[in-house]
């Protein structure tokens, strides 16, 4: 009964790439799978370091999947606090969020920024999508304006801002 008691209580660190350390109770890294996968080759393991992932979005996620853990929750009051979580997000900070989620392997954190994405970018010109993710425009202007021409519902109802 105690070894089951001091395993549920258990804790890991984890250390942010800028080197801040969060100690994370098991029950909430169990949430992303990357750490999960670590925890099953040793058990030894304390601390895990997260190259691709700053401290501000750490702690994020962390706060994200502690709300999805929690018991006392309801599946409405998880979908309450989704709402409001990406609501107060960035464009910015939504990438480099669903980078993390990624790269942690967080499978409803991942769904959840996909479609808060799809959601910034709905509606918007060629022009700020290809900013918003720095892609270079490769095409020859003569070539853009002809699928431009070809393709002319495409680029109907665009929110310049």
């Known amino acids: 009964m105690a070894e089951q008691k001091s395993q549920e209580t258990q804790s890991i660190t984890l250390k942010s790439s800028d080197g801040v350390l969060f100690d994370v109770e098991t029950n909430i890294v169990k949430e992303m799978k990357t750490i999960q996968s670590f925890l099953d080759e040793s058990e030894d393991i304390t601390t895990i370091p997260l190259a691709n992932v700053l401290s501000q979005h750490l702690a994020t996620i962390i706060e994200y999947c502690k709300k999805h853990v929690s018991e006392?929750?309801?599946?409405?009051?998880?979908?309450?606090?989704?709402?409001?979580?990406?609501?107060?997000?960035?464009?910015?900070?939504?990438k480099l969020l669903l980078l993390a989620a990624n790269y942690l392997n967080i499978r409803s954190l991942l769904d959840l920024l996909a479609g808060a994405l799809a959601d910034h970018i709905k509606n918007k010109s060629v022009e700020f999508v290809r900013e918003f993710f720095n892609v270079e425009n490769d095409y020859e202007p003569e070539e853009e304006a002809k699928l431009r021409e070809e393709n002319q519902w495409a680029f109907g109802n665009i929110d310049e801002n």
């Open 72 to 94: 006392e929750e309801t599946e409405d009051a998880r979908n309450k606090f989704d709402v409001e979580f990406t609501k107060e997000l960035s464009g910015e900070d939504m």
